[in-house]
């Protein structure tokens, strides 16, 4: 989970913000590695979500940068926060979650 918390940005900036996440392959290998695929959005969408939260979604990874891989190279679950000033981060109970999972299974 990334939470991002907003403090001296003024709304022209926040409002061009785009949040990158990068997924790589580590090899043993210095310089070694790997992208698997990126996913990207605007902080705004994040923050005009209830409770200024994208929790637990699914996101397509793409690689851009091999022209060999095309399309989604796969899915990551990612939890993003963004709390501005007075905001409050919403805490999940992430074991009441897992046994809701379990029972719904």
């Not at 939470?3 to 940005?9: K, P, Q």
Request: aromatic share 8%.
């Amino acid at each position: 989970r990334f939470i991002i918390n907003l403090r001296n940005v003024d709304k022209e900036d926040f409002e061009e913000a785009v949040i990158s996440v990068k997924v790589l392959d580590a090899d043993i290998l210095p310089g070694g590695e790997d992208m698997i695929g990126s996913t990207q959005f605007d902080a705004t969408y994040v923050y005009y979500q209830p409770d200024h939260e994208m929790y637990k979604n699914w996101v397509p990874l793409i690689d851009d940068t091999n022209p060999n891989d095309i399309g989604v190279q796969g899915y990551m679950k990612l939890s993003v926060a963004i709390a501005g000033p007075g905001d409050k981060i919403k805490v999940h109970d992430e074991e009441e979650e897992r046994k809701a999972e379990l029972i719904a299974a």
